[in-house]
């Protein structure tokens, strides 16, 4: 079984629930009670400020479940034995499924480099998404009764940690950032610059000069695609957990004397979600790493 070292994951995890800490100010939502029809917002509810950082209850949630996968990774591997059993057991199977998948999908050699990081990623938003289904989540904390008697929650104490949009834009940027070092790794400055807007193919005379005119624009639109990959990457898993939190807010409300019974289908589903929107971010990260990473045959890096 492959050893798996915590200190990575701890890193990573690390990094995430940071960039948390330090985006969520930019869109928090100060606390505040309201009598107006209740909704979920689309920004993170601040809890307490820290001099000048706010504290949301979605940073809270980053922070539970990051330091939950130290603390299992740590007792994972703290007496590792040849033949696993228990945590060690779960936590080999699931790392080493996850290097088996990426490695057919991207190959050995860029799998090596990078595992690391794309297994952090897919833990870590598996296990937010999961963790807001957990009952509380949401309907812990402070609020009014309205004038039928019902209590509604103005500040829930807890948020899905991806239903925030500066924690999903966090995980984009870091990946932007990596993506970055690992297409300089892979091709070198140089190359880099010409996997972009350097021409494909063979051609001679002015066809030559014609063809690196037409790649140097269809490179600038590949620049514009580039920058465009983090804000489709955090939107995307953003809308996707917010959505399951909306449907889930609204059945609960559809039939009060029900509200127990109408969610549990969408529980499920939203179960379901969580997992492919964790396995969606993971594989278009793995993608747009081959694709800057790989060469044509016969081609080296250029290092």
């Known amino acids: 079984m492959r ?15 940071g960039g948390g800490f330090a985006t969520a100010a930019l869109g928090a939502e100060p606390a505040r009670v309201t009598t107006e029809e209740h909704h979920l917002s689309l920004k993170p509810i601040v809890l307490f400020e820290i ?38 057991n779960f936590w080999e199977w699931l790392v080493e499924s996850l ?75 870091i990946f932007f950032a990596c993506w970055i070092i690992w297409a300089i790794q892979a091709n070198g400055v140089g190359g880099f610059l010409m996997h972009i807007f350097g021409p494909k193919g063979e051609s001679k005379g002015l066809m030559k000069i014609a063809m690196v005119g037409v790649f140097f624009a269809v490179g600038l639109l590949e620049v514009v695609s580039i920058l465009f990959r983090p804000i489709s990457l955090s939107f995307r898993l953003f809308g996707n957990v917010y959505a399951g939190e909306t449907i889930l807010e609204s059945m609960s409300h559809m039939v009060p004397a029900l509200a127990w019974l109408i969610p549990i289908p969408f529980y499920f589903m939203e179960l379901l979600v969580g997992l492919v929107q964790a396995m969606v971010f993971m594989l278009l990260t793995a993608v747009f790493t081959l694709l800057i990473a790989q060469h044509e045959p016969g081609h080296e890096a250029h290092h």
């Not at 050893?3 to 629930?17: G, K, M, Q, Y």
């Not at 812990?140 to 008697?149: K, L, N, P, R, V």
Request: charged share 10%.
């Open 99 to 173: 290097h088996n998948f990426l490695e057919s999908i991207i190959g050995r050699d860029l799998v090596r480099r990078t595992f690391w990081f794309f297994a952090t990623i897919f833990i870590f938003i598996l296990f937010v998404n999961w963790f807001g289904l957990i009952p509380g989540v949401g309907t812990i904390g402070w609020g009014h009764y309205e004038s039928t008697g019902a209590f509604r929650i103005d500040r829930p104490l807890l948020r899905g940690g991806n239903a925030d949009l500066n924690m999903t834009a966090a995980m984009a940027m």
């Open 3 to 17: 050893r798996f070292s915590p200190l990575l994951l701890i890193l990573i995890a690390a990094v995430l629930a």
């Open 51 to 88: 001099g000048k950082l706010a504290v949301t209850n979605s940073m809270v949630v980053s922070w539970i479940v990051a330091a939950g996968i130290i603390v299992c990774a740590q007792l994972a591997t703290r007496k590792i034995t040849p033949v696993p059993k228990g945590l060690q």
